[in-house]
């Protein structure tokens, strides 16, 4: 697999595994990619797995997270990024192939509505298809 490089600043993704599920992280500026479905699966992690994450990616509380551009190439393949709002934070989300970007500091509020009664992953599958048509 070829290095993926982040969305906000450029650094080579660090990959990691959490609670089984391998993700990818920025060692720059905090920020974490996660494929299709693995939002989800964190979501049902026990907590306690996801410590170690959550306080990489945690970092300093008086940085801000990167806005967005309009639309970034996606880290995972040929798409685009564009931006989503998944419960009270909007990532950045490729509608070809699923995958979403949370900068530093948004994992808690992306797991939170993963756990949450709304349906995340209908909720991507739908941002998809409607970024597909």
Do not use: H
């Amino acid at each position: 697999m070829e290095n993926r490089v982040c969305v906000k600043c450029d650094s080579v993704l660090d990959q990691g595994t959490y609670a089984g599920v391998t993700v990818d992280l920025c060692p720059n500026c905090g920020g974490l990619w996660l494929d299709a479905g693995e939002i989800e699966k964190l979501g049902t992690a026990p907590p306690g797995e996801l410590k170690k994450l959550q306080g990489i990616l945690t970092g300093d509380p008086k940085s801000k997270p990167t806005p967005s551009e309009l639309t970034t190439a996606c880290v995972a393949c040929d798409g685009t990024l564009r931006e989503l709002v998944l419960g009270p934070i909007k990532v950045d989300f490729c509608g070809k192939c699923g995958g979403l970007f949370l900068d530093r500091g948004e994992l808690d509020a992306g797991l939170t509505a993963a756990r949450g009664s709304g349906d995340v992953a209908a909720l991507l599958r739908l941002a998809a298809q409607a970024a597909q048509g």
